[in-house]
């Protein structure tokens, strides 16, 4: 299984980017895919998350602000993110599992997550 990110970069406070994330190798059919993101102080949290039948889950922190999505026929994972505030800078990795479970809220902990990408980093700039 290959992960692979994409989409980083420096904007503004108040803007927009659009992560991507292409996993290959995987099955869809049964799945957990998740965003996270480091920054030097902290470990890695849990941004948002997307199960097998479609439920997501958010960070309360990017809630109403991030948007999770995939489009099953390109193998990619993607990560809306608008209305940016300077303490969203961070490194962001995309994360995935193959899992035959039923996830009605998504888990946030990296713990539950095999395969790691290497990350694309987002500068929020105030």
């Known amino acids: 299984v290959q992960v692979m990110e994409s989409g980083g970069g420096a904007v503004q406070a108040g803007g927009s980017l659009r992560l991507s994330c292409v996993v290959e190798?995987?099955?869809?059919?049964?799945?957990?895919l998740g965003w996270f993101r480091r920054t030097p102080r902290k470990e890695r949290d849990g941004v948002s998350a997307?199960?097998?039948?479609?439920?997501?889950n958010y960070a309360s922190s990017v809630k109403g602000r991030f948007s999770i999505s995939a489009d099953f026929a390109k193998n990619t994972l993607y990560l809306q993110m608008n209305a940016l505030k300077p303490e969203d800078t961070a490194m962001y990795y995309c994360?995935?599992?193959?899992?035959?479970?039923?996830?009605?809220?998504?888990?946030?902990?990296?713990?539950?997550?095999?395969?790691w990408g290497q990350g694309t980093q987002v500068t929020v700039a105030s």
């Open positions: 190798g995987f099955s869809y059919s049964h799945f957990l």
């Open positions: 997307v199960g097998g039948l479609g439920t997501t």
């Open positions: 994360a995935a599992q193959e899992s035959f479970a039923y996830y009605p809220v998504p888990p946030l902990g990296a713990d539950e997550y095999k395969y």
